[in-house]
């Protein structure tokens, strides 16, 4: 059987010759693929986040289909619709774009709200509805979103309930120096490197076994309760106006099985809910006006509730025998 572990360093070492840093973004791709989440990629205009995409779907062999959003673009241009055949007098099913396994939708934010809902359903429930007959989606099925943080004139914001779909919000930076370099050296040996360069490197099966043993991580109590204090958490913030929900709590826990099952680990740590704790919270919270009038990021209340809720098995929180040890492992009788 395929593991976790071994399905995240094949994409990794795949896309190593053309994607550069961003190691990290590929690690959470992983895990909301072996978690069936949801990606909202955001960053400005040339830091590739469609080709992160792109050398997603060529590692894993899956079937991809790109959506330009823009403000014309309409719900059965994404979904599909029936089309009348002259020839045999019938109308015929034409499956839409989100007909596929691995589904880009570039800059999101440019479609209307009307638009941007037609994947909700698509998002939650991998099916879509389209003139009263509800066909499923393709398995595995994935939605990576782009979007421009700094471009806002046309746009239309994910409302909250498009947001709390989406498993993790990652940010792609700008490179660093070295980075950069490395990016110019590259293209200029070999100016025609793309994601085509990417060889399929895992197969369909491989991923259903490794989400199946993603499923069989063990965590503890403590750490379900860490989980739920640093949700409740986001609720209790005088500058939230609305924390995040009971999905942002699954999504965590989901999510640090994951990262703990590519780590090569049959047990979640507190140090894996932590490193996930951005990514699965901050584009849930909705501010209130006063923290928005004084520039208060959701970002920096995640940091800060992040570190005011005590990690199970340090001084400051209630510890038992069922308590996870201090060194992140599982207790021993």
Do not use: C, W
């Not at 409740?232 to 099952?261: E, F, I």
């Amino acid at each position: 059987m395929t593991t976790p572990q071994d399905v995240h360093d094949a994409l990794v070492d795949a896309v190593d010759p053309v994607l550069i840093g961003n190691r990290d973004i590929v690690e959470e791709l992983t895990i909301a693929l072996l978690t069936r989440g949801h990606v909202l990629l955001e960053g400005v205009p040339g830091v590739a986040k469609t080709t992160i995409a792109e050398l997603l779907a060529a590692a894993t062999g899956l079937q991809y289909n790109r959506i330009q959003m823009t403000p014309d673009i309409l719900p059965a241009d994404i979904t599909g619709t029936h089309i009348y055949r002259e020839k045999t007098g019938e109308f015929t099913l034409q499956k839409g774009p989100v007909f596929a396994n691995l589904v880009v939708a570039d800059e999101i934010n440019r479609a209307t709200p009307k638009t941007q809902s037609a994947l909700l359903e698509a998002m939650q429930e991998n099916a879509v509805t389209i003139e009263g007959e509800t066909i499923t989606l393709p398995e595995p099925f994935m939605v990576v979103a782009t979007q421009n943080p700094i471009e806002m004139e046309g746009t239309h914001p994910l409302p909250e309930a498009q947001r709390d779909r989406f498993a993790f919000k990652l940010v792609v930076d700008l490179p660093n120096e070295s980075n950069e370099l490395e990016l110019l050296d590259r293209f200029d040996s070999d100016p025609e490197l793309g994601p085509d360069r990417v060889s399929n490197a895992v197969s369909r099966g491989d991923i259903v076994d490794a989400r199946e043993s993603v499923a069989t991580v063990h965590v503890e109590q403590p750490v379900k309760q860490y989980i739920r204090d640093l949700v409740q958490a986001t609720r209790d913030h005088a500058d939230v106006a609305y924390g995040a929900s009971p999905r942002a709590s699954l999504t965590l826990l989901n999510g640090s099985k994951a990262l703990a099952a590519i780590s090569g680990r049959d047990y979640v740590t507190p140090d894996d809910v932590k490193a996930l704790v951005e990514p699965t919270l901050v584009h849930r919270l909705v501010l209130s006006t006063d923290a928005e009038l004084a520039d208060v990021t959701a970002r920096e209340i995640v940091d800060e509730i992040t570190s005011a809720v005590p990690t199970p098995g340090s001084p400051d929180a209630e510890t038992d025998a069922e308590t996870v040890t201090s060194d992140g492992g599982l207790p021993t009788e």
